[in-house]
């Protein structure tokens, strides 16, 4: 959605886009937080952070510690991939003096969701310890593949969403008579 709108109408809309979608975020962790909070609250086992076992509230709280934790790291790694894909796409695009539309979508969201990827993984194993490794496992290969695999499919999507972009391009640069190419023109 950022190349879109990078195209259509610059970096610093795209850049307030990435901060919308952050705060969407957090208001999703206040809804949870809230969901914790209100009551009837039950008894929380100070050794877990969570509800007894048994308890029908539990799995809520498991999901909602889960969840934090994981939006945590996912928040992250949000806001740097997304800042590394605006620039990237101005850059390429500078650089393509506004051609090959495909290298800029894809250039930038296939680097983006590199660092989306790593940072999401090595964050939600290192620093919130959401991810269990099994004992005997290897640490570096069991991180490896969690991240390839994520890189993998956020590859394929990429690839993926290249035509539907540039129909979408094409749709609403009529639509919205924008052109975002005057600047190559001269």
Not at 41 to 65: C, K, Q, S, Y
Not at 146 to 168: E, H, Q, R
């Amino acid at each position: 959605c950022t190349d879109l709108i990078s195209e259509l109408y610059g970096r610093k809309r795209a850049n307030m886009l990435v901060w919308v979608g952050f705060l969407l975020n957090i208001w999703v962790v206040f809804i949870l937080w809230v969901g914790g909070v209100l009551p009837p609250r039950p008894h929380i086992v100070e050794a877990t952070g969570l509800p007894a076992l048994g308890d029908p509230n539990r799995l809520f709280f498991e999901v909602r510690l889960f969840t934090f934790s994981t939006t945590a790291a996912s928040m992250l790694a949000y806001l740097a991939a997304q800042f590394v894909d605006v620039h990237l796409f101005h850059y390429l695009r500078k650089l393509t003096k506004g051609r090959h539309l495909w290298l800029r979508n894809n250039g930038s969201t296939l680097a983006s969701q590199l660092i989306d990827s790593l940072a999401v993984v090595l964050v939600t194993y290192f620093f919130t310890h959401a991810i269990k490794i099994e004992q005997g496992a290897s640490v570096f290969g069991t991180l490896t593949v969690l991240i390839l695999s994520n890189y993998f499919f956020k590859v394929i999507a990429a690839l993926l969403d290249t035509i539907p972009f540039y129909l979408g391009v094409r749709l609403l640069k009529k639509f919205l008579n924008v052109d975002p190419d005057e600047e190559f023109r001269n």
